[in-house]
């Protein structure tokens, strides 16, 4: 009995690690002329890997799974095909490519649950590919998706950036990176996203409700960002990237490798970037916003017949300056907030140091993630299981090298769904449930004389949610829809301080004499239903129209329930235990022509959110607003209803008859208002200013004989206009003023004129090319204040008075940036 069952073990071992069956073979052809295509990509976007057409337009990929797939047929100046295929044995597939210039080609897209394309899919997506992301300059990966159509960024400085979709932010915008949830302190307002730039290879924007899929945080859109698919069987793959910019001094490298052997795929990331303070023209070199980071990632898996299965592990460091607006009061200079060996102000080596832990108040963060993928065959499905755990790792350090303030926050997300999809049927079925599980723990209060920071309690979180969406694909028609229901339980401990705010401050029981409570035990479970319906139709002509109505959820943060401290912004947060979740309604219409000569799409959403959460300003009983030892004060409430609503749309421009012209036009236009509210608080905080884009390429036509290829010129412009919609209430904003950046790039490849292989590609860019200052309206850097009247004890919220006494000290945003980019690929 024992030799059958060590048989049994062993026959389930090989078969596992078996070379699978299923492959995908055929020939890619020119339409119009029959002649073969070299060069073509084709690609399973569910698998992250495909191949490329030889010299003949012959391709061939093996080890491919069982089961119904979609294929991405793809290849510059063509259109893309998108098609679905049963991978059964050795299978073939040929395909006939059309001429296209069009810049908005059918993309399949993955974040929604069911596998569709961006002409089908009725609520608006947008795709950044991946020669958007290489062919600009930005300090971080969220300022690379900033300008796109309906989207924004609100930072606190060049190194914070967090997504704003619609006008909303934080965590009403779900950031996934392959899939896995970025719960990095997405809660508070100076945390940027924990994501490698240089590991982003392109991304799905989702600008509308996505709760069916992501339940919670996903009301307002999803950011997907995707890593490099995988290599082609059979080969190794490497790439070394580096880049300079002039502003920042911004220095960063990054060198990928990865290979794939009969099924067995890994690939190694290591990156490193670094800068020192930016320049503005108003002050010259900004103190506290130099920042470096490192990462290292690395991913392994297998494909065979009966699926996939991947692991991913990555370690993430980041150092970073957050500018605190501190000045000289006479002569307007940046000052150290303690002198440093008497050293009031910072000096030039000050300034040009690589060095963030150098200034006044810095962060450094660390972030681990294990990501498990697996995919397995199941009837006519697939059952897809997925879990992961992050560990983010937060200090706030203000003068010196002791954590003032310094957390952990884990989390195992989790999703567990399966999906059905019938090619004769155009029947789509996705349906299963997903969470998380998360955690927070405090450092210890430090040792005398300095004093902790305690922002957050110690708390637990368990989040579950079950879905079903259902597509329908007809000939022109579309139809979408979908129920889930989430259920939350949140758990917090207490935390008693004696002698709070002061250099003696320690944690003690509750009960001790003079105690004070920081956050009190609480206990609060959430729930909530989300819906959604929507259809597409491809009108005669190019046209098409969309149509979605959903109804999203979202529960209160921890940031939002229990806060009770000042944040590195130099914002004191209090918390609400008594918040009720959000409830919002939306919904979406958008027309569009996808033609041979324009691509055009404009889409307009109505959004209404009951209880919808935010923090306000705190007024004092003497008039002003109050001070907690300087810092003004935030409570979060919710107001009864908010509305946001709004318009997105691109118009670009590809002739046909003059390919080497391409102009690139998009605009955002949104609006908000609290009803029943006074004029200076009916407007949400931080609602984005109008803002048009608008692009020019000029493709210059290379010798076929030429070591250069793909060159390029553009030039380009953002138009913002003022943003006199602002909730100015005891200084919560102040309206901004309309202004227009100025932008140039030029790009080539250097290629093996022999073979056409690409040696090299080399990339110029110029931000605000003519240095203007300006405010980003959606920059926290602008409202630093500067008071009078005295300080605030522990409890004394709300009795102390404060005047402003000059509007603003802020931070303009960057000045002109040029930034030079190598990329040297291998295989």
């Given at each position: 009995?024992?030799?059958?069952?060590?048989?049994?073990?062993?026959?389930?071992?090989?078969?596992?690690?078996?070379?699978?069956?299923?492959?995908?073979?055929?020939?890619?052809?020119?339409?119009?002329?029959?002649?073969?295509?070299?060069?073509?990509?084709?690609?399973?976007?569910?698998?992250?890997?495909?191949?490329?057409?030889?010299?003949?337009?012959?391709?061939?990929?093996?080890?491919?799974?069982?089961?119904?797939?979609?294929?991405?047929?793809?290849?510059?100046?063509?259109?893309?095909?998108?098609?679905?295929?049963?991978?059964?044995?050795?299978?073939?597939?040929?395909?006939?490519?059309?001429?296209?210039?069009?810049?908005?080609?059918?993309?399949?897209?993955?974040?929604?649950?069911?596998?569709?394309?961006?002409?089908?899919?009725?609520?608006?997506?947008?795709?950044?590919?991946?020669?958007?992301?290489?062919?600009?300059?930005?300090?971080?990966?969220?300022?690379?998706?900033?300008?796109?159509?309906?989207?924004?960024?609100?930072?606190?400085?060049?190194?914070?950036?967090?997504?704003?979709?619609?006008?909303?932010?934080?965590?009403?915008?779900?950031?996934?990176?392959?899939?896995?949830?970025?719960?990095?302190?997405?809660?508070?307002?100076?945390?940027?996203?924990?994501i490698d730039p240089y590991a982003v290879y392109d991304?799905?924007?989702?600008?509308?409700?996505?709760?069916?899929?992501?339940?919670?945080?996903?009301?307002?859109?999803?950011?997907?960002?995707?890593?490099?698919?995988?290599?082609?069987?059979?080969?190794?793959?490497?790439?070394?990237?580096?880049?300079?910019?002039?502003?920042?001094?911004?220095?960063?490298?990054?060198?990928?490798?990865?290979?794939?052997?009969?099924?067995?795929?890994?690939?190694?990331?290591?990156?490193?970037?670094?800068?020192?303070?930016?320049?503005?023209?108003?002050?010259?070199?900004?103190?506290?916003?130099?920042?470096?980071?490192?990462?290292?990632?690395?991913?392994?898996?297998?494909?065979?017949?009966?699926?996939?299965?991947?692991?991913?592990?990555?370690?993430?460091?980041?150092?970073?300056?957050?500018?605190?607006?501190?000045?000289?009061?006479?002569?307007?200079?940046?000052?150290?907030?303690?002198?440093?060996?008497?050293?009031?102000?910072?000096?030039?080596?000050?300034?040009?140091?690589?060095?963030?832990?150098?200034?006044?108040?810095?962060?450094?963060?660390?972030?681990?993630?294990?990501?498990?993928?697996?995919?397995?065959?199941?009837?006519?499905?697939?059952?897809?299981?997925?879990?992961?755990?992050?560990?983010?790792?937060?200090?706030?350090?203000?003068?010196?090298?002791?954590?003032?303030?310094?957390?952990?926050?884990?989390?195992?997300?989790?999703?567990?769904?399966?999906?059905?999809?019938?090619?004769?049927?155009?029947?789509?079925?996705?349906?299963?449930?997903?969470?998380?599980?998360?955690?927070?723990?405090?450092?210890?209060?430090?040792?005398?004389?300095?004093?902790?920071?305690?922002?957050?309690?110690?708390?637990?979180?368990?989040?579950?949610?079950?879905?079903?969406?259902?597509?329908?694909?007809?000939?022109?028609?579309?139809?979408?829809?979908?129920?889930?229901?989430?259920?939350?339980?949140?758990?917090?401990?207490?935390?008693?301080?004696?002698?709070?705010?002061?250099?003696?401050?320690?944690?003690?029981?509750?009960?001790?004499?003079?105690?004070?409570?920081?956050?009190?035990?609480?206990?609060?479970?959430?729930?909530?239903?989300?819906?959604?319906?929507?259809?597409?139709?491809?009108?005669?002509?190019?046209?098409?129209?969309?149509?979605?109505?959903?109804?999203?959820?979202?529960?209160?943060?921890?940031?939002?329930?229990?806060?009770?401290?000042?944040?590195?912004?130099?914002?004191?947060?209090?918390?609400?235990?008594?918040?009720?979740?959000?409830?919002?309604?939306?919904?979406?219409?958008?027309?569009?022509?996808?033609?041979?000569?324009?691509?055009?799409?404009?889409?307009?959403?109505?959004?209404?959110?009951?209880?919808?959460?935010?923090?306000?300003?705190?007024?004092?009983?003497?008039?002003?607003?109050s001070l907690h030892y300087g810092v003004p004060v935030?409570?979060?409430?919710?107001?009864?209803?908010?509305?946001?609503?709004?318009?997105?749309?691109?118009?670009?421009?590809?002739?046909?008859?003059?390919?080497?012209?391409?102009?690139?036009?998009?605009?955002?236009?949104?609006?908000?208002?609290?009803?029943?509210?006074?004029?200076?608080?009916?407007?949400?905080?931080?609602?984005?200013?109008?803002?048009?884009?608008?692009?020019?390429?000029?493709?210059?036509?290379?010798?076929?004989?030429?070591?250069?290829?793909?060159?390029?010129?553009?030039?380009?412009?953002?138009?913002?206009?003022?943003?006199?919609?602002i909730y100015s209430a005891l200084w919560n904003e102040?309206?901004?003023?309309?202004?227009?950046?100025?932008?140039?790039?030029?790009?080539?490849?250097?290629?093996?004129?022999?073979?056409?292989?690409?040696?090299?590609?080399?990339?110029?860019?110029?931000?605000?090319?003519?240095?203007?200052?300006?405010?980003?309206?959606?920059?926290?850097?602008?409202?630093?204040?500067?008071?009078?009247?005295?300080?605030?004890?522990?409890?004394?919220?709300?009795?102390?008075?404060?005047?402003?006494?000059?509007?603003?000290?802020?931070?303009?945003?960057?000045?002109?940036?040029?930034?030079?980019?190598?990329?040297?690929?291998?295989?």
């Amino acid at each position: 009995m024992k030799k059958y069952k060590t048989a049994l073990i062993l026959s389930l071992i090989v078969s596992f690690f078996a070379y699978g069956q299923n492959s995908l073979n055929g020939k890619i052809t020119d339409a119009l002329t029959g002649e073969t295509i070299p060069g073509a990509a084709v690609f399973f976007p569910q698998l992250k890997m495909g191949g490329t057409s030889d010299s003949i337009g012959n391709y061939h990929i093996p080890n491919l799974p069982k089961g119904y797939y979609t294929v991405e047929v793809r290849l510059l100046s063509y259109a893309t095909i998108v098609k679905q295929v049963l991978l059964n044995g050795a299978t073939s597939a040929n395909f006939a490519l059309s001429i296209s210039t069009s810049s908005n080609k059918e993309v399949v897209i993955t974040a929604l649950g069911n596998i569709t394309n961006t002409l089908r899919s009725p609520v608006p997506v947008t795709i950044v590919s991946h020669d958007m992301f290489t062919q600009q300059a930005s300090t971080n990966v969220v300022d690379a998706i900033a300008t796109q159509p309906g989207v924004t960024a609100i930072t606190t400085g060049p190194g914070v950036s967090k997504p704003e979709i619609n006008g909303l932010g934080y965590n009403r915008v779900l950031t996934l990176f392959d899939g896995e949830r970025q719960e990095d302190f997405q809660w508070g307002d100076e945390h940027g996203i924990l994501i490698d730039p240089y590991a982003v290879y392109d991304a799905e924007i989702i600008r509308g409700p996505a709760s069916l899929q992501y339940g919670n945080y996903a009301v307002a859109g999803v950011v997907s960002f995707k890593s490099q698919p995988l290599p082609e069987d059979g080969t190794i793959r490497s790439s070394f990237s580096t880049e300079y910019q002039t502003n920042n001094g911004l220095i960063g490298n990054s060198l990928d490798i990865g290979g794939n052997k009969n099924g067995f795929v890994w690939d190694l990331r290591i990156s490193q970037e670094e800068t020192h303070c930016y320049q503005d023209p108003k002050d010259g070199y900004v103190w506290g916003s130099a920042f470096n980071q490192q990462n290292l990632r690395f991913t392994m898996g297998v494909n065979k017949k009966w699926g996939f299965s991947r692991l991913s592990i990555s370690s993430l460091h980041r150092a970073i300056g957050i500018p605190d607006g501190n000045r000289d009061s006479a002569s307007g200079k940046f000052a150290f907030d303690v002198p440093l060996s008497g050293q009031i102000f910072p000096t030039r080596a000050n300034y040009l140091s690589y060095n963030p832990e150098i200034a006044s108040a810095y962060q450094i963060l660390d972030h681990q993630a294990v990501w498990w993928q697996n995919s397995f065959n199941a009837g006519k499905g697939s059952f897809l299981a997925d879990i992961g755990y992050t560990q983010s790792k937060r200090q706030e350090i203000d003068t010196g090298n002791v954590t003032e303030e310094g957390l952990t926050v884990h989390d195992i997300p989790y999703s567990f769904r399966y999906q059905i999809a019938g090619d004769s049927s155009g029947l789509k079925l996705t349906s299963g449930v997903n969470g998380m599980y998360e955690w927070n723990t405090d450092f210890p209060e430090p040792s005398s004389p300095y004093m902790g920071l305690f922002e957050i309690p110690f708390y637990n979180d368990f989040d579950i949610g079950g879905y079903a969406i259902l597509q329908k694909d007809y000939k022109n028609l579309t139809l979408s829809g979908g129920a889930r229901y989430d259920f939350r339980t949140m758990n917090a401990q207490s935390m008693y301080l004696s002698d709070p705010n002061s250099s003696s401050q320690q944690e003690v029981s509750a009960g001790t004499p003079g105690a004070l409570a920081q956050f009190l035990p609480f206990n609060r479970n959430f729930s909530g239903v989300s819906l959604s319906i929507g259809a597409t139709y491809q009108l005669p002509g190019n046209n098409y129209v969309k149509l979605n109505l959903a109804n999203s959820y979202r529960a209160p943060s921890i940031l939002e329930l229990e806060s009770n401290e000042t944040d590195p912004a130099n914002e004191y947060k209090q918390g609400n235990p008594n918040l009720k979740a959000e409830q919002g309604y939306e919904a979406d219409l958008a027309y569009g022509i996808n033609g041979k000569e324009i691509s055009f799409e404009v889409d307009a959403f109505y959004n209404l959110i009951n209880n919808f959460i935010f923090a306000d300003r705190i007024s004092s009983k003497s008039g002003g607003d109050s001070l907690h030892y300087g810092v003004p004060v935030y409570k979060f409430g919710s107001a009864n209803t908010a509305l946001v609503e709004g318009i997105s749309a691109f118009f670009n421009i590809h002739p046909s008859d003059t390919k080497w012209i391409e102009i690139d036009n998009g605009f955002t236009y949104t609006y908000s208002y609290l009803p029943n509210a006074t004029d200076t608080t009916n407007h949400l905080p931080f609602t984005p200013s109008p803002r048009l884009t608008s692009d020019i390429k000029f493709k210059l036509h290379n010798n076929p004989h030429s070591i250069l290829k793909r060159t390029y010129i553009k030039v380009g412009l953002a138009k913002y206009w003022e943003q006199n919609n602002i909730y100015s209430a005891l200084w919560n904003e102040l309206p901004s003023v309309g202004y227009t950046l100025y932008n140039a790039g030029v790009g080539t490849d250097f290629v093996n004129p022999k073979t056409g292989k690409v040696l090299c590609s080399f990339i110029v860019n110029i931000t605000n090319l003519t240095n203007l200052a300006y405010f980003d309206h959606t920059s926290r850097e602008q409202y630093l204040w500067a008071y009078n009247g005295d300080y605030a004890g522990q409890n004394n919220y709300g009795h102390t008075p404060a005047v402003v006494t000059k509007t603003s000290e802020g931070i303009y945003n960057m000045g002109r940036n040029i930034g030079f980019k190598l990329i040297f690929p291998f295989k």
